[in-house]
């Protein structure tokens, strides 16, 4: 007899300082912060949701800090014996109106078949 889990989630929270990051050929911030917050699902034991965003932050003081980009991810699909099938979408954008949208904004897209299983 299989028993089918309907829904599990898991919570993902990230707390990181950033020593040095380089985009585009460009220093971000000193004293950059990092804040990820996300959840995957899982339902019926073989669908999939990841979703999540990281918000890059400059740290001046305990009470001021200042927003800059943010990226925002989301993954989808099936998962059966370490084989996945789905898609996956990233995306990088500005909050913050004097960051230069065109030097920092992007994503990506891919659909993918992938086998993370032991060989």
Known sequence: ?????????FPIFELAYVDSMVINNYMMPEYSVEATVGAEFVAFDFVYLKAGSVNYQQYESIDVWKPYLTDYKIETGLRYNGLEIGYY?????????????????GGTTKYFIRYGGKL
């Open 1 to 9: 007899m299989v028993i089918f889990t309907w829904l599990l989630i």
């Open 89 to 105: 979408h990233e995306c990088r954008h500005t909050v913050n109106s004097s960051v230069d949208i065109g030097r920092f904004g």
